[in-house]
Structures are given as C-alpha cells and as structure tokens.
C-alpha cells in the first residue's frame, strides 16, 4: 500500500443496511491491490444505506455508506429505543460535531494516508518501548486539543510522546491529528505488553556499502517472515526419498506429453499430485489458527514459492489441486510459471494458497528449513534430486544400487501441528513420491 | 492687640476643644477610626494658621485640627474624615482625621503628606525648593503682594529622624523659604524627653547654619501669634529659613488608641500650663467681658455639635470608590513622531537619555535636572548628564549630597508647586534610602489626595550588573519597586525605547521610575549592540503600557514554540539566544517596555499562541517580578499552556559578588537562556 492508491474494491460488508452496530466492529472489508482493509466502526450506531455493493471498485473519496450513530453509546440496558434516537448524519456535512459519525470514505481516506505517512513515520511507532511509555500526564494544552478533536485518554495513550520524560507535546498531538490519527481505534496491544517482543537497539556501520531502499513488496516479504517466526513456533522434520522411478517415468513420457497435451512435463505437476494426495490423507495439515480455532480448510489450493525476475519471492497457487489430473495440473503450474516470469501474476493468482511447495532443489540446495506462509500451518521444502549410490533390498538380498534421491524437509506450526502429524504427513508424500507408478499412462 | 484677631483666634481655640470634648463625650461611636486632637497645642496651631495666605503651602501634622480650622476649615469637613466618609474633603474617607491635603484658592495650599511622622519634612522642603527655583527662574506669580513661604510642622520627637536631617540640611544650605514648626509637648507616645533626645529641636537647629531658630511657649496665644507674625514677615522679605520651637502641653491622648490615663505621670503639670485659659485671660485684659467671652464658646460648641449630628448622616464611600485615582489620566497614550528618522545618527543608549532630557529642559522652563555628581563638574558618572548644566545653568542642573531620601522625596513638593524634576539616584544599589520617601509620600500621593496631588516626577535609575561592578554597583531591584504601588515602571532595553518613554514619563502627571542598564548604555558589554539606535525625533513619544513583540511568530502546531518575556537586558539574552540556537521562527519575543503599566493583553496572546512561556530576568529569581508575573500568566493560560510557565534569573544569592566568575556564576547569560529554552521546548 502506497501514496499511489487510488482506488478500492469492496469485498463485502459486514453489516447490513438497517443492523446497528457497536464501535470497533468490522463494518466492511476493503481490497486495494496490495492490502485488505478491515474497516471498523467509529462508534456504535445503525447503517443507514450502502452506498456500492460487494465487489464494486470505489474511488478514494467517495461516500460508501450513511451511518447513523447513536447518543448515549454506552447506555445498553433498558434504553435501547433511546439508543436509536439520535441525530442523521448527512455524509457531505463537512464540520461534524462532537457525536457525528465520520463518512467511511473519511475513515478509509484516512487509513490510506496514514498507511502512507506510517511509512515515513514508522521509526516514531516503532520506538524502543522506553520513549514509546508515556507519562500519563497530559497538559492544559493538549487536554484542551483532545477535547477539541474528541480524542480521548485512551487514544492520548497511545499517541508516540517525544517531550522529557515521554510526556506528549503540543507538537506530538499535532502531528498525530494531522496524519490522521493512525491510533484512533485500540490496536493491539504489543507495544504495551511488557513481555512483549521488542526490536533492539542496533547500531548500524553503513562503512562504505550501498544503500539500498527495499521496494514495497521486499518490506511486505520482510514482514511477512518476520511476522511468521514471530507468531509460529517452527518445527523442521526430514524425510528422504527415492524417486528413481518418478524421474525415469518423466524422462521416458515427457516428449509424449508435451505431444499429446501441448504441456511441458516438469516435476512439479508431479510434486503438487503427490503433495495434495498426502494433503487428503492428513487434513488438519491443511489449516490456519485463529486465535483459539484451528480452522481446516476444504479446498486444498496448493501454493509454490517462485522467485520473481526481481528476486523477490511469490507464491502462486494452483487451486483445488485435488480435484485436478495431471493434465491440468500441468498445465495450470506452466501457465503459473509463465507469468510469474513476465510479472504478470494477478491478484487471484496469488490467492488463497493453504500448503506451500518450496522447491529448493531448484537452486541446488539438498535440504531447506522453510518459514511458514502464514496463515498456513506447515511448509514442504523439496531439496534436490541427485543420484546417490544405496543401499537397496533386492530379491537378492542388499545390493549398492545408483539412485536418484532426494531429502524432504516440512516445517510445522507447533502450536497446531505436532511431530506425529507433521512427521506423518512428509513420510506419505515421500512415499507417493517413491512409489510411483512407472506404468502410468499420460 | 488686634480685638478681632484674639476674638477669632479664641473662637478657634474653643472650636477645636469643644470638638476635643465632643470626641470624648462619643467615644464609642467616633473611635471606629484612628484619630488625634491638637488639645494643648490650639494656641500656636491658632497663631500660625490665621496668618497664613493662600499661596503659601502648610504641612499640617495629625494633631494639627485646629490648624486647620484656623485655615477656615469647618467642624464638618474634619468630622466627614474623623467618620471616614465619602465627602471628606481630603482624601474620601481613604485616611485618617486630620491627614489633610487641599488646593482649595482660598486657603493654604496642602499636598498630601503619609502618616509617618517626620516624613513630611523632605516633600515641605521640596515645595520651599521649587518655589525658590520659580523666582530664580521667573516662573513665580509676579501679581502677588507678599512671596509664599512654607509651613512644615513636626513634632519633636521625629526631629530625632535621619530624613530631618536632611530636609534641614538642604534649607539651610539653599536658603530656602520655610518655617518648620516643631510642636514640643514632651512625649512620644510613652517615652519622655529624657528618653529620646539629647536636645530638643532648637537645640538641634543651632548644627545647621543659616537655619535661625526661636523657642516660644506655645501655648500662650498672643506670645505665639506676634513671634510667628515676625518671623512670617522675615521670611517673606529675605527668603531664609528658620525653626519655631513652641513647648506646649499634651492634653489629650496621644491618639484615640490610647489612654493617657495608663502610663502619663505629668497630667496635672501638664493641665496647669492649659492654652485656653491663658487666652481667655488675654480677652478679659483687652476689654472682652464675661458674656461676650462665654458667647463664644457657646457659639463653637453649638456649632460643633450640629456640624458632628450633619456629618453622622452623611455618605459613606461605595466599594466602587476603591478604585478611582490611583493615578492622573496622561495623554500619552499612543506612540507618536518618527522613530527612526531619515539620516539621524546612530547613538548609544546612554546618550538617547541625554538627548530627551536636553530636549525637554529646552522647551520646558518646569525642567529641573538634580541629583549626585549630575552637575556641571561632572555631568553624571555615566555622563548621562553630560553638558546640561553648561547648557541650561547651575540652578536647573545641580548636585544634591549622597541624600537619596531627600533626592526623591523632595520631589512631591516640587512637583506640588508645577515643576517637572527630573531626580537620579547614582546606582540602584543605593534605591534604599529614597524608597521610604517614594513609598510613604511618593507613591500615594495621588491616591490619598484623592487625585488632587498626583506627583510628576522621573526618577532615573541606573541598575543592572555589567561586569565586575560587585555588590553595589550591580543590584537589580526592579520587584521591589513593582511592589509600589502608585508609580509607573519602565526598564527600556535600547535607546529609542528610552527617549520615547522618557519622553512620555515627562508629560505624565504621576510619578515614573525609568531603570536604565548600565550594561546597555553604551552597548559595551557583549550581545548588546541593540541597544544602540537611530535617534528619534524631538517629538517621539512611546507610551507606557505598550509591549513590544520584538521577534513575532505564526502560530504553528507541530513546532514546539514559545514566548519569552522579559525586558532591559534580558531582551538581548533573548534574542541572541534564539538567534544562536536558530529557532528566530520557534521563539516570540516579547520585551516588555515598562513593568507598570504591564501590558498583560498582549503578554497573554503570546502565550495562548505559542502553548509555552519562559519569563528572564536579571534578578534572583525567588519572589520577583519574573516569578509573579509567570504566576499571572500561568492562571491567565491555564487551558493554552503545553508546559509550566518558567523562568529564569540569577541565582537566589545576596549579592552580585565581584570577583567575575562568581559574577558570572550568579547572572544569567545568553548560554544560560539557551540552555533553557532548549529545556522548555523539550518538555
């Protein structure tokens, strides 16, 4: 998300016309091109009118619904009639007052800048928690501006404060007023958990290196890594398998293949066969966490790590990999890779992957310990397949047999996957792997 | 002698005795009030005050109510002061009985004069001064028969008094025209004679030459009227002081406070040598009879009487009342002329002083310029009063003792005769002495008088540390003269500013202190070149109570900023330091001009604008001006205010020492304001 947003588009709304709500709820969800944007309410009321439906695009500006927000917000018990009562809210009023609700183009106009301005900001939000801890003294001065803006204490609370002593200036309010009160609505709650993560003082010798600033999607994939270590418990199990007969069916029928289906035959539609077929035999791999859910997902849309022309990483999916034959699992990944190649990977590329591939082999590495793609809950590295000699039980016994083997590496949400499951899931896709069958017709 | 003169004089005695007695009779009711009678002493009172003329100016004391009957006040003017009331032609029920002033023309002129015994004597000899200063000048009123002269009466117990001292000094050594009338009863409240004198008062007059002094019984009518007719006569013709020291019996208490009865051991002694008596005997031997004698009395008693039932009903003074005439309205309201005129030079701040003063003494015959070392020898030790008394003569410009009691408080009366003096005490360090006069006669002057005797005067001072100038030579002492109320302040931190507001202190009718930095008067000392300026035109004038915002800034929300207040040298600290710290857009300087009138509107918009406010000065800062003034400004903004008001201003110690790093270590520098801003901005 950048400066450069100027559109929207609906995903869906939360709430209908007509239902009340209650400040803080999710009363829509909005897609730009980057990010999704849960858009809560500024305060407890009814929806009036829905202005676009789920799925129309909307410029930034324009008015998206009418709100109607109720007086006494808090008052819950045997006034619920009064509850209602309350004043109509005209969108294009441009002055509000003390309980007017904001239009939601407000609030997302405001969300946009301030995903912009927290770009610029962020080392003010990111502060070492010392400075970031304010007093909770407030001074005349920024009482009188609170009260102004109905900023409350709470909201005060969390406004970075860079005077002595951490106490929030004049000039520290205003500037948080003016880059749209990024803090409004309660977020969570890390920088004030004592226990929490903390992002150390570094310092940094820039010697005489290169300065090079992170485009948008390598501080997306930074977060995004650092965000997965943080919140999952990673767990790497290895397996390794045989895939003689898989690599000697693929030499023997790729010509006939790429002939008959107009596809070029690679291991991966191989890979993600086997990968969604151990999927279905262990489905609580493929899952999220949701707080105190774990939620297995039906459809099994299997997502494979690509590195861009750029360098940077993405994750095309092929969706309900289950349901398709080889055919189409072909032909689905060549035209995945294909415009990955020439950046053309589209927003639903891109979607909903539940179990990631990541094919290390590719850069000749033997193993790898993958980073989740969250909200996944386990990741399959598949090292390189290299020709070993091994040990391998014939009718005559043990005999030193030229091989073509490769190490599988899963790793796991240990909070939702344990070493049984884990293990077991790898182990069966090993084994799909080695137990090909090297008279499978195309 | 003269029957109708001793008729009128027993008439008056008997006036002011019946009044006596009438006091007593109501005690209850009359003593809500202070209040003091002339019983014993109505003879001399009698005698002095039937001769006086209506250009002449009197002192009267507190126990002078038959003096001013004598004068031809009524019973009912003195009881509307005795009761307080509204109408009280004096001071409106704002001081006590027989506390006069009046400048009524057909009577003795009377400047107001405090309580505080002995204090009269300095502003008697300023009108003596002026008045001889008017003839030497010409100004004085050539239609008028026979020259004015001046009555100061004392008691002697405050002849004991350094300021008596001073005030004898100066009439004997100038000549001056008045008589100071001591009234001896013997007491001083409980302590006698013996305890606290070692002569009486002329005695006293014999160490000061020139000044002429005659002993008379004052309570003998005739003796007393022919003594004083001779030495009135003397005074008008050959223009010299002299001393009357009249003994005189107290035969009441010493005030409605206490009671003779308790600690008095010469009461009957004292009622054997009664005034009344004596005169009433001098009435018979001139041919008055019984009748006529005790129809006087009775007519004075009646008369009392009524007058004491009429003034019982009168007004009393509204809450609303408190608040008129603490000063005289000025003109000089605006600012006025060119300030920085085309082609002037450009002069040091010590010389813009000295040009406004030139100025005004050239136009202004009413100018007068004295004070220590002021004079032609030297001109000043700044030379702020360099060539004026080559320029204007030895009588306009002149040097006084190191007296600087007598230095301001002579001022009243000069400024009661119509004169314009200019005064300078030598170093603000040496304030101390003049401070009683400028606080008890000075400052209150207009107040008590009900605005009939506002004081119009400046007196100069230099003050401030300007390098190694030690204890007393570097004092700041601007708050305890911000504690007077009744006089203007003003602390310019460059020239113009000086001459506009010297200016504009001249044609004031109240009373102006102008406190001028010895650091700034020829922008020696480093960081000061601002206070050197473009001369401004003769007719500049800058009124007081106008701030100067001298460094003005947009208000701005996501910048911390901040006002400084503050004035004289404090300014340069000011500014030099938000110049230093390039923050000339973060800071607003304010540079106050005058601390009274303080201009508190646009102080406070400042600092509703700029969200944080410090306040510098060179004074210690525990209990200043600096530290009352951030106080108001803290209650003023309250809701505006991002950080406490602070300020900053020596350290809290007794003394400026000399040595120039403790010097250093004591004032604040420019560093030092930096060093604060930096802290205040960070808050």
Known sequence: MGESITEGTIINWLINEGDSFNEGDIILEVATDKVDNEVPAPASGTLIKTMFQAKDVVPVGEVLAILEVSKEVKTKTDKVEKVVSSSKFDTHSSEKKSSEPETFNQILSKKFHYGNISETQSKHIQLPAAKQKNSTFYSPLIKSIAKEHHISFEELARIPAFGNNGRLRKSDLQKYIEIGRPFKFVQPNIMHDPTAYRIPQLNFDKGKGKVIEMDRMRQMIADHMVYSKHTSPHVTAYVEADLTNMVNWRNANKVAFEKKYGERLTFTPLFVEAVAKAVKDYPNINASVDGNNIIVKEDINIGIATALPSGNLIVPVVKNADTKDLKQLAANVNELANKARENKLAGDDIKGSTFTISNVGTFGSVMGTPIINQPEVAILALGIIKKRPEVITTEKGDEIAIRSMMYLSLSFDHRVVDGFLGGSFVRRVADYFEQFDVDRKI | ?683
């Not at chain 2, 004491?308 to 000089?332: C, G, H, Q, R, S």
């Open chain 2, 1 to 683: 002698m003269n029957k109708e003169i001793l008729k009128k004089g027993f008439l008056n005695l008997c006036t002011a005795k019946s009044m006596a007695e009438l006091y007593e009779a109501n005690f209850k009711q009359v003593s809500k009030y202070v209040h003091a009678t002339s019983r014993g002493h109505e003879a001399i009172q009698t005698a002095i005050g039937m001769q006086l003329l209506p250009q002449d100016y009197a002192f009267p004391y507190y126990r002078d109510d038959a003096m001013l009957l004598s004068f031809g006040l009524q019973p009912y003017d003195l009881m509307l002061q005795l009761l307080a009331k509204k109408d009280d032609p004096f001071s409106g029920g704002r001081t006590y009985y027989s506390h006069p002033s009046l400048k009524d023309d057909d009577k003795p002129k009377i400047p107001h004069q405090s309580s505080a015994t002995g204090m009269q004597a300095i502003p008697a000899t300023g009108v003596a001064m002026g008045m001889q200063y008017k003839e030497l000048q010409g100004l004085d009123d050539k239609t008028l028969k026979d020259l004015p002269l001046v009555v100061c009466s004392l008691g002697d117990a405050s002849v004991t008094e350094g300021e008596i001292a001073e005030a004898f000094q100066m009439a004997a050594l100038k000549q001056m025209p008045i008589i100071f009338l001591v009234q001896d009863n013997g007491w001083d409240i409980s302590a006698n004679a013996a305890e606290t004198r070692a002569q009486n008062a002329f005695e006293y007059a014999r160490g000061f030459n020139g000044l002429e002094a005659i002993s008379i019984d004052g309570a003998n009518f005739i003796e007393s009227y022919e003594a004083v007719e001779k030495v009135i006569k003397t005074i008008r013709k050959e223009r010299r002081p002299f001393l009357i020291h009249a003994k005189v019996p107290l035969l009441n208490h010493h005030t409605s406070g206490v009671r003779m009865e308790w600690y008095r051991d010469d009461l009957d002694e004292a009622r054997s040598r009664d005034p009344y008596p004596v005169l009433k005997k001098q009435l018979k031997d001139n041919g008055f009879s019984s009748e006529e004698i005790l129809s006087i009395e009775n007519s004075a008693k009646a008369k009392v009487q009524s007058d004491f039932e009429k003034a019982l009903k009168a007004e009393d003074p509204k809450p609303e009342d408190l608040f008129t005439n603490d000063f005289a309205p000025t003109l000089i309201t605006e600012e006025k002329g060119e300030r920085s005129p085309k082609g002037a030079d450009k002069v040091v701040m010590v010389d813009c002083a000295l040009f406004a003063v030139e100025e005004l003494m050239k136009k202004h015959k009413e100018c007068l310029l004295y004070g220590q070392d002021v004079g032609g020898r030297l001109g000043g030790v700044f030379r702020e009063a360099a060539t004026l008394a080559q320029k204007f003569g030895d009588d306009r410009v002149f040097n006084t003792p190191i007296q600087e009691a007598f230095i301001v408080g002579s001022t009243v009366g000069m400024s009661a005769v119509g004169l314009k003096p200019i005064v300078e005490v030598q170093f603000a360090d040496y304030i101390w002495p003049g401070l009683n006069q400028l606080f008890t006669e000075v400052s209150r002057s207009c107040y008590l008088s009900n605005g009939k005797w506002p004081v119009s005067m400046i007196l100069r001072v230099p003050i401030g540390a300007y390098g190694s100038g030690g204890p007393y030579h570097s004092s700041s002492v601007e708050s305890v003269l911000t504690n007077i109320r009744g006089i203007k302040i003003a602390y310019p931190s460059n020239g113009a500013d000086l001459k506009g507001l010297m200016k504009a202190a001249y044609y004031d009718p109240n009373p102006v202190v102008i406190l001028e930095h010895k650091g700034l008067y020829w922008s020696k000392v480093k960081g000061t070149q601002g206070a050197t300026s473009v001369e401004p035109d003769e007719d500049y004038v800058l009124p007081f109570g106008k701030a100067w915002v001298l460094q003005e800034i947009w208000k701005q929300e996501n910048v911390e900023t901040l006002t400084i207040v503050t004035y004289g040298m404090g300014v340069h600290w000011a500014m030099n330091a938000s110049e230093e710290l390039g923050m000339k857009d973060q800071i607003e300087v304010i540079d106050l001009r005058t601390l009274f009138p303080l201009d508190e509107e646009t102080i406070m918009k400042s600092v509703k604008k700029t969200g944080k406010c410090l306040v510098v000065t060179e004074e210690p800062s525990n209990n200043s001006f600096a530290r009352a003034l951030a106080g108001k400004i803290q209650e003023e903004c309250f809701k505006f205010l991002d950080a406490p008001v602070m300020t900053i201003g020596s350290e809290n110690m007794p003394a400026i020492p000399l040595n120039s790093t403790l010097e250093e270590t004591m004032i604040p520098s420019t560093e030092k304001v930096k060093k604060k801003i930096e802290n205040l901005l960070n808050y």
